[in-house]
């Protein structure tokens, strides 16, 4: 299964894909602020692509013009997120490499799985979340029309190995529908 928006498509990782998502995922600007550190080899991005990237719902973002994976991004369904226990309901979780930062591509690849999982996933809400002083998570969120929801303090970052506070938003299918 793939997506495609202008400029981006969204298809399935592959290991392929490892040499590509090691060049973005090592950058340390890119995963800390999400909560990940930065990898460290190849090998361990292939891994990631076996392990973590690997999601009923998870997509390689990549450019339309050479089909090289650039960012991630994943609609996490119950029982992989710690936002809902329904069925109905899923968590969206994105980055996208450093180089491709302020270029509206985020936002362009969420509203198509949004809409991937409004209309074909039948989806009554999607939540959304981001750490404090993660602006560009927050921003990509307001763009595409979540809403604010709550704070919570002291939040475990397991693979950071720390606490921070973390915002958590959602958009309803009527929301969406209604072009929040």
């Not at 991630?72 to 309901?89: P, Q, S, Y």
């Not at 968590?91 to 450093?98: M, P, Q, R, S, T």
């Amino acid at each position: 299964m793939f997506f495609q928006t202008e400029r981006l498509m969204l298809r399935r990782w592959e290991e392929g894909d490892a040499r590509s998502l090691y060049e973005y995922a090592r950058n340390p600007d890119v995963g800390p602020i999400a909560g990940w550190p930065p990898h460290k080899s190849v090998e361990e991005s292939r891994d990631i692509i076996r392990n973590v990237l690997s999601g009923a719902e998870a997509y390689a973002i990549c450019l339309k013009s050479d089909n090289r994976a650039i960012g991630a991004m994943e609609l996490k369904l119950n029982g992989h997120t710690d936002m809902t226990d329904r069925d109905d309901e899923c968590e969206l979780g994105y980055w996208i490499g450093k180089p491709f930062w302020g270029q509206g591509m985020v936002p362009e690849a969420a509203k198509e799985m949004l809409r991937h999982a409004f209309e074909d996933m039948g989806m009554r809400k999607v939540w959304c979340g981001y750490y404090d002083g993660n602006e560009k998570s927050r921003r990509v969120q307001e763009k595409c029309g979540f809403r604010y929801q709550w704070t919570t303090k002291d939040v475990d970052v397991p693979l950071m190995h720390e606490k921070r506070t973390g915002h958590v938003s959602c958009i309803t299918r009527e929301e969406w529908e209604s072009g929040a």
